[in-house]
């Protein structure tokens, strides 16, 4: 199951470079660059971090096939989906989900605090996404005022608090990764807002 989410997850995140690329009119390779570094960055960052080098992608050609297949799959298929902005919105949506669940275990895989496992799943959710939109010229989801890295914390705290009481991994899985996607679609749906810091 968990291989399954990776996979999945570097795929959404793969799309969701390639829907922005295209509504900034990037060239393909301009677009491949953009769904690659959305998909692995912040799982890139993870990896430095924590000393386990060389990082994921280069060690399994897995998440090499799963970019270029997200990348061909969306450019084949942009003219059926319905808006770019909803799709966009739903592939970067299951990302963070799977991702943040991504960086947990590797967290708990060597051993770190509950917290730094947190802040380490944050990271591999949201920075890609970081670099995908600075690449862009865009001001990243997570400086702005949508609730973005708050999810990923939230869903860290479910995991563990669900961890305690020693669920199968599947369904720990599987809840934690509903649980941000679910309070992801109902943050933009109510229109659900932190707020920002007036001037001084």
Same mark, same amino acid.
């Given at each position: 199951?968990?291989?399954?989410?990776?996979?999945?997850?570097?795929?959404?995140?793969?799309?969701?470079?390639?829907?922005?690329?295209?509504?900034?009119?990037?060239?393909?390779?301009?677009?491949?660059?953009?769904?690659?570094?959305?998909?692995?960055?912040?799982?890139?960052?993870?990896?430095?971090?924590?000393?386990?080098?060389?990082?994921?992608?280069?060690?399994? %050609?897995?998440?090499?096939?799963? !970019?270029? /297949? +997200?990348?061909? *799959? @969306?450019?084949?298929?942009?003219?059926?989906? $319905?808006? =770019?902005?909803?799709?966009?919105?739903?592939?970067?949506?299951?990302?963070?989900?799977?991702?943040?669940?991504?960086?947990?275990?590797?967290?708990?895989?060597?051993? %770190?605090?509950?917290?730094?496992? !947190?802040? /380490? +799943?944050?990271? *591999? @959710?949201?920075?890609?996404?970081?670099?995908? $939109?600075? =690449?862009?010229?865009?001001?990243?989801?997570?400086?702005?005022?949508?609730?973005?890295?708050?999810?990923?914390?939230?869903?860290?705290?479910?995991?563990?608090?669900?961890?305690?009481?020693?669920?199968?991994?599947?369904?720990?899985?599987?809840?934690?990764?509903?649980?941000?996607?679910?309070?992801?679609?109902?943050?933009?749906?109510?229109?659900?807002?932190?707020?920002?810091?007036?001037?001084?």
């Amino acid at each position: 199951m968990f291989h399954l989410l990776d996979v999945i997850g570097t795929m959404a995140f793969a799309i969701s470079g390639v829907l922005t690329a295209l509504n900034k009119k990037l060239d393909p390779f301009g677009v491949f660059i953009i769904a690659f570094v959305t998909a692995v960055g912040g799982g890139t960052l993870r990896d430095v971090l924590i000393g386990r080098t060389p990082v994921g992608w280069m060690q399994d %050609l897995t998440y090499v096939y799963m !970019i270029s /297949l +997200g990348f061909f *799959t @969306a450019l084949i298929f942009r003219k059926k989906l $319905d808006r =770019l902005r909803k799709s966009l919105f739903l592939f970067d949506t299951i990302g963070l989900g799977v991702f943040t669940l991504i960086g947990l275990e590797k967290g708990i895989e060597i051993g %770190l605090h509950p917290i730094i496992c !947190i802040a /380490l +799943g944050t990271m *591999t @959710a949201c920075f890609g996404g970081v670099i995908r $939109d600075i =690449l862009c010229n865009e001001i990243p989801i997570i400086f702005r005022r949508e609730i973005y890295a708050t999810i990923c914390i939230i869903g860290g705290i479910v995991f563990f608090a669900l961890k305690y009481f020693n669920l199968n991994n599947d369904v720990l899985y599987l809840v934690t990764s509903s649980v941000i996607i679910t309070i992801r679609l109902m943050a933009v749906k109510f229109k659900w807002y932190l707020p920002t810091v007036g001037k001084v």
